[in-house]
């Protein structure tokens, strides 16, 4: 068994495949030599993740999955959300969006750095979505980043035992994950449709 991933971020890319294990992951960006250029620009999360699982399940044969996820913060009304890569500009990197939330933070209590995050899984086939699958995770923003692991916001994002999500083993961080979450509802998925 196998899945194509549409995504070309490494960290989503190294969980997805611990996650589904001992399905073969494989990132369509892998075997594809120049896939379309993909405009996220939905307005919710399935509408990004419907978008790239089909664009990209043009092009493989099989089915592809597509991760769109962000962190959603109740006291920015949602933000960053869907603009969680590019929250400090077009081609931001994980430490210059980490410094733009803290800063938008500033002067907010912990009490009020309540926040989560979502993925939104899309299961593609030839150019169409089969489903999509939902996952969250809920935590509070800190007060400065900690941890060397996963990526992302993973080491502002603080869990109810005070840990940061980076301060997390990869083992751990997927079972307890928004990705984990979604990902389970897919395998169930799966399992019933080869069953059928
Ligand atoms: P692809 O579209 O190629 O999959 P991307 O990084 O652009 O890669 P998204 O548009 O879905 O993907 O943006 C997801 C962003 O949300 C990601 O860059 C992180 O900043 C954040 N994010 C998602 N999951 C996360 C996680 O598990 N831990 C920390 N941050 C996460």
Redesign the pocket.
């Given at each position: 068994d196998k899945v194509y991933?549409?995504?070309?971020?490494k960290?989503?890319l190294k969980?997805i495949s611990e996650i589904l294990k001992p399905i073969e992951v494989i990132s369509v960006?892998e075997v594809v030599e120049n896939p379309v250029d993909?405009v996220?620009d939905g307005s919710t999360?399935e509408e990004?993740?419907r978008k790239?699982g089909e664009e990209l399940s043009r092009f493989v044969e099989g089915y592809v999955i597509?991760?769109?996820?962000?962190?959603v913060v109740e006291v920015l009304n949602g933000k960053?959300g869907?603009y969680?890569?590019?929250?400090a500009g077009e081609n931001a990197t994980?430490m210059e969006?980490n410094l733009k939330l803290l800063k938008e933070l500033e002067g907010t209590p912990f009490e009020n750095r309540d926040a989560k995050?979502?993925?939104v899984i899309a299961l593609c086939k030839d150019g169409k979505t089969i489903e999509t699958f939902y996952g969250e995770?809920k935590g509070k923003i800190g007060f400065e980043l900690k941890g060397e692991n996963?990526?992302?916001?993973?080491p502002l994002?603080v869990l109810d035992n005070g840990r940061t999500?980076?301060e997390l083993s990869s083992d751990e961080?997927n079972r307890i994950?928004?990705?984990r979450e979604a990902l389970a509802k897919l395998k169930k998925f799966l399992d019933n449709v080869s069953k059928n």
């Open positions: 991933v549409a995504t070309k971020n960290g989503k969980e960006y993909i996220e999360f990004n993740a790239k597509a991760d769109d996820s962000g962190l960053p869907i969680s890569a590019r929250y994980d969006n995050f979502v993925c995770c996963g990526f992302g916001y993973d994002f999500m980076a961080k994950s928004h990705r």
